[in-house]
């Protein structure tokens, strides 16, 4: 047989067809194996699921040791679909105290979940009470698919101290976006020191890397667990507040609107800091947050608001004392220069009242009486001293510049979330409001005496306190004095000095000492105990005179400086000065004196009536 | 005959042997074995089970496999060429037989159950048909273009195991059949069948993947295909015009002139132009004008492109037509390889995670028994049609391309052995073997690497199974038994 050599030649063509192929073939796979890294990450997603391991938050101790926030086990309910088979609905009603109706709609709420699986572990019910959960640990057996998960909740051991412990919530889409650490159903701190100090207190989570197969069944733990990572615990806190007293102060409150701050004046820490109307912290645990949560919001005198770091209130005659320190600072008085009181200022047809006593006065008398005429003629001396500033904006600039020594005007940065700055306005604010030029002394004269545009947050009063009890010095408030294993911010440990001279503060501690022993303040007077104080009266225009005292004991060794704010309470010398001695006398002495005895009670027992809010008309 | 009396001994046999293909042979059942105990293994060291299932059952396959190899050496190459055609008369009768008496399994009804065994005749089909196309070539002075009955008996032989392996609803097992086309082509057929293959799939693929887009109003693959339809007019007038090139340039001045007035129209006066009747009109008047030469110069080779242009243009708007009647799965499979669908749940899903596992191999791989994706199972049918997923994943680019490069050299020593057979027999014989192993090489990696639909084929030496195994085995040493009496059968 004769060999075609021409159709020999088509073995080329088959050869060169299987060569493109293979070819075409090796390029795909240099692609897919080495070129593209996208396959590696897929196989990876695929097999390895990264379980995360959750640390124990960080437990949170009073001044004194005592336990206040503590973790508890909670139990969820967890259940793999298809694993389970069907059961007896009423007996499982019954272990978990529920209505058949419930089950069916969390078992709907579970399918709408946009990551359920029915290979994977959903959780149906969470937050088990430890007696449901024991019902159904020992009835599990008969739910097969079904078994519980146990995680922590937060539990305080006091209901009290709500606005300084905070709670944690799950975090939300923006703390993911946020912060790295943070992956869905993750916890939060939500307000106080559970926000401010999150990252003390969440810990490190841990990790491990368990091995899943197609159908979402885990095979096993990787490598054995080398590759897994333990979970850090959170750090613990110790508060500078101490809980009794807080509990007390809050207790004082009950009934009326209002703050009541304490600081221990040598070292900034804060003693207590109550707010009210408050709430039990409670309330915001667990299975119930979510509803609790919107109905505090929703309720009208807004529990919520932390009135000790969130109110800005006018300071009323608590703001003397930083009158009489800058008027003696900027020379402008001396300590026995006498301004004259004939029930009042009088400029013009200008008047500021004020009540009888002696005139004329110097500075001390004048904060023991609270007088208001002394104060106006100090301001307008200095404002209008043009000698000496140029212009009443610069003198008034010179003003609002000691004030913000002070601790007036910004945040004092407080170590919790939330603190307002108050308000002290600058002359660009008058001169835009009145026109430049167009305003004096006489325009503005409120501000000396704690009015008009001038706002304070019961925390900056109570540092004022302290800083007339150490003579010129104070360190920014805090609420957390220690850190396990670290130390607290170097802001809450060094001393601020407002430019003040020191021997000024000695004439105003002098005066606030004479308000107790024979002025406004008569009624904190403790036996005993030096108190140095001063009120405050604060019209206002929400109705009654806001209810003022700040002051501090003893007057040569101070221990505690306070701030009691009672909204709408009238005289300062009604509400404020009986709790912030109160308080003073709790903490000093651990227990009220029986003469005393019949002011705790009344008010413990007196309440505030608050107009309920008019409805805006839309 | 008679010249070579010399008396044929066994050891003459062995030692004509080509060993080259028996080492690749070796070499690739081996990998092969190694792969599925991998795919088959299990990070959970309890179901050690599962790898005594595959890998065990494996290693018997593969030893009776070897016994069989070893029969079929010691067969007088005669034998196979005298029975043939009642070889392939028996196993055309098994296929019939077949749908009746086996058991559904997954919807195909193409196994056949023998006590601890089941195997699929459509793989000893192969085989079967080979020797029965090698016969028929092997006939006194056969020539495949000599008359149309020889086209008509070598189609017969072909596509009556199709259409019995249609039956049992094995479509992939049917499909490697027309592997043969390549046997006809080296045999004689015109390489143009080849040709309209090729454009067949192209106009098929282009028309699907290509139908959203659209061109002067026209779906963008229709119209391109018919400006492609258009230009290979216009060559096959310059290729089959021979000496007359004034037919193909007055043709490429009419589709200048048609082309310069569609890009005035359109970009020029803003008048929109119908793309698909122009182009029709265009592709129309081209034919017309050829037929009118074909008749005046009385060249009727110049009908070919008139033909060509017809039946393409028809194949193009049947197209849509043709993929509506394919089942739903089988569209999907086409869309998920066009890149026209994910479907990661359904369709998709195979490829995605075939993928993912080759992809995650990278250049040396994971390692043995270290791959994930094929241990903890998200390879559907990873140790058999999808076994190369193992080998990616595993053994990495290097594994992959070791196992393309045994098969190219086993195919291409193929090639070589069949042009080396003195005997039309040999040589068609081989030829086919060459061809099915082709097939199933394109498709099967083209399937698990994403470039070609699922269509469950294994990939041969690899792939767990019995039948595969043993239907390849039986196609090698057949042809090494042909190959190793060539130089004693030097003639008839």
């Not at chain 2, 993928?355 to 994930?372: D, N, Q, V, Y």
């Amino acid at each position: 047989m004769r060999k075609d050599y021409n159709l020999e030649k088509r073995k080329f063509v088959i050869a060169g067809f299987l060569l493109l192929i293979a070819i075409i073939y090796g390029i795909r796979l240099f692609n897919l194996q080495i070129a593209d890294d996208k396959y590696k990450q897929s196989a990876d997603t695929n097999a390895f699921l990264r379980k995360t391991i959750y640390p124990s938050r960080g437990l949170i101790y009073d001044r004194n040791g005592e336990l206040v926030v503590y973790n508890q086990a909670a139990y969820d309910v967890m259940l793999i679909p298809r694993d389970v088979e069907p059961f007896d609905t009423a007996d499982f009603c019954r272990a978990l105290n529920i209505t058949p109706e419930d089950l069916s709609r969390r078992f709907e709420d579970m399918r709408k979940n946009p990551s359920y699986s029915s290979y994977t572990p959903q959780r149906l019910i969470s937050h088990l009470s430890a007696e449901d959960y024991g019902r159904l640990q020992e009835r599990l057996y008969r739910f097969p698919g079904f078994y519980i998960q146990s995680r922590t909740l937060r539990q305080y051991a006091h209901p009290t101290g709500a606005n300084v412990l905070g709670n944690i919530r799950e975090a939300n889409a923006t703390d993911i976006q946020n912060d790295p650490y943070y992956a869905p159903g993750d916890y939060t701190g939500d307000m106080g020191v559970e926000k401010s100090y999150e990252r003390h207190l969440r810990g490190i989570k841990g990790v491990e890397i368990l091995i899943r197969d197609a159908r979402g069944r885990i095979q096993g733990r990787y490598d054995e667990g080398r590759q897994d990572v333990p979970p850090t615990a959170g750090r613990n806190l110790t508060l500078s507040i101490d809980i009794r007293l807080q509990e007390y102060a809050e207790s004082l409150l009950v009934g009326k609107r209002g703050a009541v701050v304490a600081i221990e004046p040598s070292t900034g820490e804060i003693l207590c800091l109550a707010t009210s109307p408050s709430y039990d912290p409670r309330l915001l645990v667990g299975r119930e947050r979510g509803a609790n949560y919107r109905e505090l919001v929703n309720r009208p005198d807004w529990p919520l608001f932390d009135r000790s770091i969130m109110g800005a209130y006018p300071p009323g005659s608590t703001f003397k004392p930083t009158q009489a320190l800058l008027l003696l600072q900027e020379g402008i008085i001396t300590p026995e220069t006498a301004y004259p009181c004939s029930r009042g200022y009088h400029s013009g047809n200008l008047t500021v009242g004020c009540h009888g006593h002696g005139s004329p006065l110097p500075v001390r008398p004048a904060l023991q009486t609270s007088c208001n005429a002394f104060f106006c003629y100090g301001f307008k001396a200095m404002i209008d001293r043009r000698g000496k500033y140029g212009s009443s904006s610069n003198a008034f600039e010179v003003w609002k510049n000691h004030l913000v020594t002070m601790g007036y005007g910004y945040r004092l940065g407080i170590d919790m979330p939330g603190e307002v700055r108050g308000f002290i306005p600058n002359s660009a604010f008058y001169d835009k409001y009145h026109g430049p030029g167009h305003w004096s002394a006489n325009s503005i004269i409120s501000v000396s005496i704690g009015q008009g545009e001038v706002l304070a947050t019961p925390v900056q009063i109570a540092n004022l306190a302290a800083t007339v009890a150490n003579r010129g010095w104070f360190i920014t408030p805090h609420v957390v004095k220690g850190i396990q294993d670290t130390v607290i911010d170097e802001q809450y440990r060094t001393p601020r000095h407002p430019d003040i001279d020191a021997k000024f503060y000695d004439i105003v501690a002098e005066g606030m000492r004479m308000a107790v022993t024979g002025g406004t303040c008569r009624g904190a007077a403790l036996s005993g105990i030096e108190v140095c104080g001063k009120t405050g009266t604060a019209q206002n225009p929400h109705g009654q005179d806001h209810s003022a005292f700040m002051g501090f004991a003893p007057y040569h060794d101070p221990k505690i400086a306070v701030c009691a704010y009672v909204e709408n309470a009238g005289f300062g010398a009604t509400f404020g000065v009986p709790i912030g001695s109160l308080v003073m006398e709790k903490y000093l002495n651990d227990s009220i004196a029986p003469e005393r005895k019949y002011i705790e009670a009344r008010m413990l027992n007196t309440s505030v009536y608050y107009a309920p809010p008019k409805k805006k008309s839309k | 005959m008679r010249l070579l009396r010399r008396n044929p001994s066994e050891e003459s046999i062995f030692k004509n042997l080509d060993w080259l293909t028996i080492i690749l042979y070796l070499a690739m059942v081996c990998c092969g074995a190694v792969s599925i105990y991998a795919a088959s293994y299990d990070f959970d060291q309890a179901s050690m089970f599962s790898f005594a299932e595959f890998s065990g059952k494996q290693m018997r396959w593969i030893l009776m496999a070897l016994g069989i190899g070893l029969v079929l050496l010691l067969i007088e190459t005669r034998i196979y060429e005298t029975y043939a055609y009642l070889i392939y008369a028996v196993m055309i009768l098994l296929l019939l037989v077949t749908p009746f008496v086996a058991p559904d399994i997954k919807g195909s009804r193409s196994w056949i159950v023998l006590g601890p065994m089941s195997l699929q005749p459509a793989e000893f089909a192969k085989s079967a048909t080979a020797l029965a196309l090698a016969r028929l070539f092997s006939g006194y002075n056969f020539k495949l273009n000599a008359k149309i009955g020889n086209y008509a008996r070598a189609l017969l032989i072909i596509c009556l195991p199709i259409l019995l392996i249609l039956l049992q609803k094995e479509t992939g097992s049917a499909l490697v059949y027309l592997a043969l086309f390549f046997v006809l082509y080296r045999e004689g057929m015109s390489g143009l069948v080849l040709f309209a293959a090729a454009f067949a799939v192209t106009i098929f693929v282009v028309s699907i993947k290509y139908s959203e887009a659209l061109v002067l109003g026209t779906p963008a693959g229709q119209f391109w295909l018919l400006v492609a339809i258009a230009f290979i007019i216009l060559v096959m007038s310059g290729i089959y015009g021979k000496n007359r090139l004034e037919v193909c340039r007055n043709l490429l001045l009419g589709y200048i002139g048609c082309a310069a007035v569609i890009v005035i129209l359109e970009a020029w006066a803003k008048v929109p132009v119908p793309g698909l009747p122009v182009m029709l009109g265009i592709i129309g008047a081209a034919c017309a004008y050829l037929a009118f030469e074909a008749m005046r110069t009385r060249l009727p080779r110049l009908f070919v492109p008139v033909a060509t242009a017809v039946l393409s243009v028809v194949f193009l708007f049947s197209v849509d037509m043709a993929f509506d009647k394919l089942q739903y799965h089988q569209q999907m499979r086409i869309k998920v390889v066009l890149g026209l669908e994910q479907d990661l749940r359904g369709a998709g899903y195979n490829v995605n995670q075939s993928k993912i596992a080759i992809g995650s191999g990278g250049l040396t791989g994971k390692g043995f028994l270290e791959g994930t994706q094929t241990k903890l199972k998200y390879v559907p049918e990873q140790h058999t049609d999808f076994i190369f997923c193992t080998i990616g994943e595993e053994e990495g680019f290097w594994g992959t391309t070791l196992v393309e490069l045994m098969f190219i050299a086993l195919i291409l020593r193929i090639i070589h052995i069949a042009e080396r057979q003195p005997t039309a027999f040999g040589r068609v014989y081989a030829y086919c073997v060459a061809s099915y192993l082709i097939f199933h090489f394109c498709v099967n990696i083209g399937m698990v690497i994403g470039l070609c639909p699922v269509i469950g084929i294994p990939l041969p030496f690899f792939s767990y199974g019995g039948s595969s195994l043993w239907g390849f085995t039986i196609l090698l040493f057949i042809l090494l038994r042909i190959d190793a009496s060539r130089k004693r059968v030097l003639s008839y």
